[in-house]
Nanobody, 115 residues
Framework: QVRLMESGGGWMQAGESLRLSCTSA????????MGWYRQSPGNQRELVAT???????NTADSVKGRFTISRDNAKNTVYLQMNSLKPEDTAVYYC?????????WGQGTQVTVSS
């Protein structure tokens, strides 16, 4: 059964750093373009970072210069390094294929940033 599993969230102070991880049961990340998405209360889910199967990355303007997406194919894991966190980064973070999400969403991991 295909499953996405996000971890690494937590309560943070503005300016701190955090790294999220995404692993999977049943999906080989090597052959997929992957992305990190986030959703805050009252807002639609937005795509914040993508990485192609070849390693090319892109980030949304709202996180550019602060967030970095990477992948470790040997561990079948995709990471999101988040630096200089801001209160507006508070959201549940999810991973999935990108820019179109093909797989069922995981539970996500909550990131809360206080000022």
């Amino acid at each position: 059964q295909v499953r996405l599993m996000e971890s690494g969230g937590g309560w943070m102070q503005a300016g701190e750093s955090l790294r999220l991880s995404c692993t999977s049961a049943g999906i080989d990340f090597r052959f997929n373009d992957m992305g990190w998405y986030r959703q805050s209360p009252g807002n639609q889910r937005e795509l914040v970072a993508t990485i192609t199967s070849g390693g090319r990355t892109n980030t949304a303007d709202s996180v550019k210069g602060r967030f970095t997406i990477s992948r470790d194919n040997a561990k079948n894991t995709v990471y999101l390094q988040m630096n200089s966190l801001k209160p507006e980064d508070t959201a549940v973070y999810y991973c999935n294929t990108a820019p179109t999400s093909f797989y069922p969403w995981g539970q996500g991991t909550q990131v809360t940033v206080s000022s």
